[in-house]
């Protein structure tokens, strides 16, 4: 079995999955959105003193499994540095104590093999990975090889969701508040702007929409002064836009690329919205539509378990002594290293 532990952001996260069956025979995920949410988002130190509470709270669970360990695997990059040390501390006291290698996991790729959680991978496929961090468009050819072919030049998807909730006083995580509002709403009441329209480039932007969501808040009165209708209506209204921008610029991808296969993955796949979207996009193009179980959309350690089982069967493991964080957010077009 290898034990995997999550800890890039705001989830503290541990699973432990069988080698040979890819089973996952232990997982559970500690939230913070509860404590992070009087802020409107994720405070860094903060997070990383409830994930030393948290992550040992968890690992004493899984003592049970430590005789049938074979391997550590624990996210290294990308995140938020005093969060992923924490994650890094634990793997690397637990792979020396018990004597085992330790996996180095990329959270990105973590999120691609949430798609082939107790299942065989499946690829070459394309990849939209929209997350709180995130908002890229990946070739995924293999195990090695993985090139970003679009990516955002500023805000990502879910960051853009969170800072538009927060305008209109929503809440915290925004995600799912913007788009239960949504479906109260008319998308059509706000002219939005749909970022990059007019522009050859491949590639996303959402600061300017984010702007855009901003001054109709304040056209409205504010958010203490808004109605419900007008926050649902606006929700409706931004979630339009960034679906639009989102399928024109996949589809100047589809245009170009013959793999078939194509998948969601991320925080903000989950919204069902965007989904459905992409589903009509697919079928015009004659692609398969891809999409990890709900459970597994936001940061959780079983995706990370499940790229470790492919790692460790190329043994790509590291010296305990030499582990080190990539706390890198954003990444330019080139490869997923």
């Given at each position: 079995m290898i034990l995997s532990i999550e800890s890039s952001c705001d989830d503290s996260?541990?699973?432990?999955?069988?080698?040979d069956t890819k089973k996952i025979?232990?997982?559970?995920?500690?939230?913070?959105?509860?404590?992070?949410?009087?802020?409107?988002?994720?405070?860094?130190?903060?997070?990383?003193?409830?994930?030393?509470?948290?992550?040992?709270?968890?690992?004493?669970?899984?003592?049970?499994?430590?005789?049938?360990?074979?391997?550590?695997?624990?996210?290294?990059?990308?995140?938020?540095?005093?969060t992923l040390l924490e994650g890094i501390a634990?793997?690397?006291?637990?792979?020396?104590?018990?004597?085992?290698?330790?996996?180095?996991?990329?959270?990105?790729?973590?999120?691609?093999?949430s798609l082939f959680i107790e299942k065989d991978s499946l690829l070459p496929l394309l990849v939209l990975l929209i997350s709180g961090g995130h908002t890229q468009v990946i070739r995924v050819e293999s195990f090695e090889r993985m090139e970003i072919l679009a990516t955002?030049?500023?805000?990502?998807?879910?960051?853009?969701?969170?800072?538009?909730a927060k305008m209109m006083g929503l809440g915290y995580p925004?995600?799912?508040?913007?788009?239960?509002?949504?479906?109260?709403?008319?998308?059509?009441?706000?002219?939005?702007?749909?970022?990059?329209?007019?522009?050859?480039?491949?590639?996303?932007?959402?600061?300017?929409?984010?702007?855009?969501?901003?001054?109709?808040?304040?056209?409205?009165?504010?958010?203490?002064?808004?109605?419900?209708?007008?926050?649902?209506?606006?929700?409706?209204?931004?979630?339009?836009?960034?679906?639009?921008?989102l399928l024109q610029k996949s589809k100047k991808i589809f245009e170009k690329e013959d793999i078939k296969d194509f998948a969601i993955v991320g925080?903000?796949?989950?919204?069902?919205?965007?989904?459905?979207?992409?589903?009509?996009?697919?079928?015009?193009f004659g692609k398969t539509l891809h999409v990890a179980p709900l459970e597994y959309c936001s940061d959780n350690a079983a995706m990370i378990g499940r790229y470790a089982l492919d790692a460790y069967a190329k043994e790509l493991f590291i010296d305990p002594d030499i582990i080190d964080i990539v706390s890198t957010k954003k990444q330019c077009s080139g490869m997923l290293l």
């Open positions: 996260a541990i699973a432990i999955t069988e080698i025979l232990y997982h559970k995920k500690i939230s913070q959105e509860a404590e992070h949410c009087v802020y409107g988002g994720v405070v860094p130190e903060l997070a990383s003193r409830l994930h030393a509470v948290a992550l040992p709270e968890i690992l004493a669970e899984t003592k049970p499994y430590f005789s049938q360990l074979k391997a550590i695997a624990v996210t290294n990059q990308p995140g938020l540095g005093v634990m793997a690397k006291t637990l792979a020396v104590l018990l004597n085992i290698p330790l996996l180095p996991i990329h959270h990105l790729k973590g999120h691609i093999y955002s030049m500023d805000d990502s998807i879910g960051e853009s969701f969170d800072k538009c925004g995600g799912p508040l913007v788009e239960a509002l949504a479906k109260e709403g008319d998308e059509d009441r706000f002219d939005l702007p749909v970022p990059l329209r007019n522009s050859p480039l491949i590639a996303f932007s959402l600061s300017g929409l984010k702007n855009a969501v901003r001054l109709k808040v304040e056209a409205c009165g504010g958010k203490e002064n808004m109605s419900h209708q007008d926050r649902a209506d606006l929700c409706a209204s931004f979630q339009k836009a960034v679906k639009l921008h925080g903000a796949s989950a919204n069902q919205y965007i989904r459905d979207a992409y589903q009509g996009l697919c079928a015009k």
